[in-house]
């Protein structure tokens, strides 16, 4: 067999090896054309009136880990689907005109030819073969990337002035002022060092110009297709991808941060109010997978008096359809119809030999219970329920297609070849959800971890809501977290989803974290930069795996000023990467963590973190109700109350919890000393209750100091908190 796919697996940072690259050449500019044919002995491809010959080629090292997932523990088996044994490239000429082309490989005396395929060159014009709408007099240097196919792409230059300072774009990892960057908003598994490669899970074709003369402004495209954006001098360059119409939608928001925010949340939605309990310390492990597990973990929570609020079970079904309790007993519904609590039985020497009494007795202690989720059906099962269930996905309507009516198949590393659920319609909400209906309305669970939300890959991806992939695809998180809250609405529950993918829309619907990330001190800075810029966008409820999820675990002084910067965010949670259950353990439970570096202090030290973070409880559900009615981030980044200061650009890790805590976590091994930039007013160390003047103040750091500094103005109420 002999493959070629002009756009390839569309991953969009990898090539994979029978593409086309690139898939929309410039007019002038040669085009490399790859083709998968296993055995072949030769190859060629009929390129208009010429013959090209092809070579035996490997795919770059680079897009071989991409495409494979990197380190993950499914990369193999993403490589493997990829089929790129028997690659085959060539370089054309440079593309003058449309061109048709095949591919023909020999085998021994049998030949085998592909479809005909075209390509055309494109160009950039200025000629008015489009439209921006919006922008106004900020909007020059309008172009058009037009073929004889049609009009491709729009761009567009920002003026910026000296000084002016680039936030936003969803959630980034690598600076919170991205001027002079180049970067996209496509919604990607990045899988860890997010921070170095410049993607994210959860990006939005928005940002803030914070003036540096105090006249600020803002803008979104107003787009889910992939945006690029590259700032330059004064300018900053706006790409967008475009569809039928050849028209880009731009709206510009005049004002300081906040008004501009404000702006952008009346068009695309805003948070809404969460109950205190997800502002206590959550716990979880991805190797918590028993009933005997999870009981044990939070019975040595009790034991230790470290309290815990949440604990997020992910391994509590048999991961084929993330419906039922890894061992129940039950019969098959062969039409993929939902089960009832009362179709379940639990075997006493399984895993979860009482799931609901574990649920009661968690709930009877204070602690809310949290089950994992992830947005594809497994197809590699011929029987069982997970193959109802992925028959009647396909059977039903449920699935997201290919362009040829076909289901699609998930092409990325992660849970490969899966079906995906069509969520944006309500019909296939209802009918993915109410799978999971008595996990809610019988066992009581209080929320669900979505994770994942990443894995549709195509432009022309099918839709059951009329939208293509590359209109579709980015809003697929949005759609995903919107179900399963609307699932503990239905039951009368908060809606407490748990997401690490998203886009613009995202900032209704739940809580976000920062995703997969090693245990260093670069993944503790680039997560913190992550919050602060998740938030400039309107992500009210945002946290991270403290001191990273992923490898070993980390040393004491990471997790302890891990610990401590999050006890001061929004959601404060630890978590532990799946390691096949192999010794040592990698748990991130306090206790481990001591038992692992030999360090006594850890277990005292993160129990007064835990205990503080309880005492600010009340302090964070009241900040967090004024962010939703001000739209003046949580985890705000100083430029919103003091736009005007230059010197807090030198201070990017710095942050506002709410209107009256300044944060300055401590993000260096062997810190002593940390100094910190107060901008004008009066402020009190927390620490020591003594009136600190503003400008830059250092003090010493022992490793149960995290600097905190409170304004005057509250200090008599939030005193009692740091007593």
């Not at 803030?208 to 600020?216: E, F, K, L, S």
């Amino acid at each position: 067999m002999i493959k070629h796919r002009p756009h390839g697996i569309e991953h969009p940072y990898a090539v994979s090896p029978d593409q086309r690259v690139p898939v929309l050449p410039l007019a002038g500019e040669p085009v490399l054309l790859g083709v998968v044919a296993p055995e072949a002995d030769r190859v060629v491809c009929e390129w208009g009136t010429l013959e090209l010959p092809l070579s035996a080629t490997s795919a770059a090292a680079a897009d071989a880990a991409a495409l494979a997932g990197g380190e993950g523990h499914l990369s193999e088996a993403q490589a493997k689907s990829l089929g790129a044994d028997g690659a085959w490239s060539v370089q054309t000429p440079p593309l003058a005109e449309p061109v048709k082309y095949r591919f023909h490989a020999h085998r021994g005396g049998a030949a085998e030819s592909t479809e005909w395929f075209e390509v055309s060159p494109a160009v950039w014009t200025a000629d008015g073969v489009g439209e921006v709408r919006g922008g106004g007099e900020r909007v020059r240097g309008v172009e058009w990337l037009v073929s004889s196919q049609g009009v491709h792409r729009g761009r567009f230059r920002l003026q910026l002035q000296d000084g002016d300072r680039l936030v936003g774009f969803g959630e980034r990892y690598d600076a919170l002022d991205q001027r002079g960057r180049e970067l996209d908003a496509v919604v990607f598994e990045q899988y860890k060092a997010q921070g170095v490669h410049g993607r994210t899970y959860l990006p939005m074709p928005f940002a803030h110009v914070v003036g540096a003369d105090g006249n600020g402004w803002g803008f979104h495209v107003r787009t889910s297709r992939r945006t690029w954006y590259s700032s330059a001098g004064n300018e900053l360059t706006v790409e967008v991808a475009l569809g039928d119409e050849p028209v880009v939608d731009l709206a510009i928001y005049e004002g300081d941060p906040a008004t501009v925010l404000t702006g952008f949340l009346d068009e695309v939605g805003r948070a809404e109010e969460l109950p205190g309990w997800v502002f206590r310390l959550w716990a979880s492990g991805n190797e918590w997978n028993t009933q005997q597990l999870v009981t044990a973990r939070m019975d040595t929570h009790r034991d230790l008096a470290i309290p815990v609020g949440a604990v997020v079970i992910e391994a509590w079904s048999d991961e084929q359809g993330i419906t039922i309790w890894r061992d129940a007993v039950y019969a098959v519904t062969e039409d993929g119809s939902a089960h009832r609590a009362e179709d379940f039985s639990y075997r006493p020497d399984g895993a979860w030999p009482d799931p609901k009494a574990m649920i009661d007795e968690l709930h009877a202690r204070g602690i809310k219970v949290i089950l994992w989720q992830i947005p594809l059906q497994k197809t590699e099962f011929s029987t069982g329920q997970v193959a109802a269930d992925a028959a009647a996905m396909v059977r039903d309507g449920h699935a997201v297609l290919e362009a040829d009516g076909t289901a699609y198949r998930n092409r990325g590393w992660w849970f490969p070849q899966a079906l995906m659920p069509d969520l944006s319609v309500q019909r296939t909400r209802d009918w993915w959800t109410e799978k999971r209906r008595y996990l809610v309305e019988h066992f009581d669970v209080d929320g669900f971890k979505t994770d994942g939300g990443e894995h549709a890959w195509g432009h022309d991806l099918v839709y059951a809501d009329g939208r293509k992939g590359d209109e579709g695809n980015n809003l697929y998180p949005v759609h995903y977290a919107r179900a399963f809250g609307d699932l503990l609405r239905s039951a009368g529950k908060a809606p407490v989803t748990f997401s690490r993918a998203g886009f613009t829309g995202s900032q209704a619907h739940g809580i976000f974290w920062a995703g997969d990330e090693d245990s260093t001190w670069q993944a503790f800075r680039s997560s913190v930069t992550a919050g602060l810029t998740a938030a400039s966008c309107g992500i009210v409820y945002w946290g991270w795996d403290l001191a990273g999820f992923s490898g070993p675990v980390p040393d004491a002084e990471l997790y302890l000023r891990a610990a401590a910067a999050s006890a001061f965010m929004p959601i404060m949670q630890y978590h532990s990467e799946f390691n096949h259950h192999q010794l040592p353990l990698r748990d991130r439970t306090p206790w481990h963590v001591a038992e692992t570096t030999g360090d006594d202090r850890v277990v005292p030290l993160f129990r007064r973190f835990a205990t503080l973070r309880e005492s600010l409880v009340p302090y964070l559900t009241e900040q967090a109700a004024r962010t939703i009615a001000t739209d003046r981030p949580l985890m705000r980044p100083l430029f919103f109350d003091h736009e005007n200061d230059p010197e807090i650009w030198n201070h990017p890790y710095q942050y506002l919890l709410g209107d009256e805590l300044l944060i300055n976590p401590v993000l260096e091994p062997g810190a002593t000393t940390w100094t910190t930039y107060l901008p004008a007013g009066e402020w009190i160390d927390v620490w020591t209750g003594d009136r600190v003047p503003s400008g830059l103040v250092t003090r010493d750091v022992p490793l149960e100091v995290v600097p905190v500094y409170c304004r005057a103005s509250r200090w008599s109420e939030l005193q009692p908190v740091f007593s």
